[in-house]
């Protein structure tokens, strides 16, 4: 069975989504309903539950995703990651339903709900699932740098990104350079 379109999208979706508040800074992202609108913005182009429109009561239950989710990434194993995906997934209804937008007949997990926060986390719960079923547990983590924490999934060859991003990774970079130089 091809999953395929959980695996990209819906996995950045997540990511993105947990970042949204910076746990070192405490910057908060998601700010109003209509920051839920542009967190979800291109990623989840064609999906039904895209279209709806954010309320206060999907931003208080999007902000409190976002806590389960970085606990995924937080987490000390799978088992500890899937529970709390399993979790998420039946919070929210994620049903199976057959899509045909695109290419062909596809299967979504997504809620029955016309709430955007639970369609949001029927998503992403997906999203994470797909990601630790295919790639395993490894490839999820949060970055190595001392300023940040933001978490990742690691998409690389070798399974040896350490940093949320190429900016944290040149930081690091710089740091342990400059650190060797003085010695």
């Known amino acids: 069975m091809d999953f395929s379109h959980y695996s990209d999208e819906p996995v950045q979706l997540a990511v993105d989504l947990v970042n949204s508040l910076d746990p070192i800074s405490k910057n908060?992202?998601?700010v109003v309903p209509s920051d839920i609108s542009?967190?979800?913005?291109?990623r989840t182009a064609g999906w039904e539950g895209?279209?709806?429109?954010?309320?206060e009561r999907d931003l208080k239950e999007v902000r409190l995703l976002r806590k389960k989710l970085?606990?995924?990434?937080?987490a000390t194993d799978e088992t500890a990651a899937a529970e709390i995906l399993n979790e998420v997934l039946g919070d929210v209804g994620a049903v199976p339903r057959i899509s045909v937008h695109g290419i062909g007949p596809h299967l979504h997990f997504e809620a029955s709900s016309d709430s955007v926060a639970r369609w949001l986390g029927a998503v992403t719960a997906?999203?994470?699932t797909?990601?630790?079923i295919e790639g395993g547990f490894e490839r999820f983590g949060t970055c190595d740098s001392k300023t940040c924490s933001d978490a990742y999934v690691?998409?690389?060859r070798n399974r040896s990104r350490r940093n949320c991003s190429d900016k944290c990774t040149t930081r690091e970079n710089v740091a342990a350079y400059r650190s060797r130089r003085s010695n």
């Open 28 to 30: 908060e992202k998601l």
């Open 126 to 128: 997906m999203g994470l």
């Open 38 to 42: 542009s967190l979800v913005g291109e």
């Open 154 to 156: 690691d998409t690389s």
């Open 70 to 74: 970085r606990a995924v990434f937080d």
């Open 50 to 55: 895209a279209r709806l429109t954010p309320t």
């Open 130 to 132: 797909t990601a630790l």
